[in-house]
């Protein structure tokens, strides 16, 4: 298993985005813990599995486009 983990400042330099909006908005409505983030013996410490954040920066970015995008990162099928 072989997975790169990056703390929150580490994932926000490879993706450009601020680490406080990666802990208050990303974390628990985008990435999900135990699949995009695990928390390393059930610390505060948080690690990103990086190929995770990576197939879901892609996976979103070629959603079908009848989708409507909602507050929080969700989605509308309609």
Not at 8 to 22: D, G
Request: some cysteine; charged content about 20%.
């Amino acid at each position: 298993m072989s997975h790169t983990l990056l703390s929150t400042k580490e994932l926000a330099q490879r993706i450009k985005f601020n680490p406080s909006y990666i802990n208050s908005t990303l974390r628990d409505a985008v990435f999900v813990e135990g699949v995009h983030y695990i928390r390393p013996f059930n610390g505060r410490k948080i690690l990103y599995i990086w190929e995770a954040v990576e197939e879901e920066m892609y996976r979103s970015s070629n959603r079908n486009q009848t989708y409507i995008p909602m507050a929080g990162g969700r989605i509308c099928n309609g």
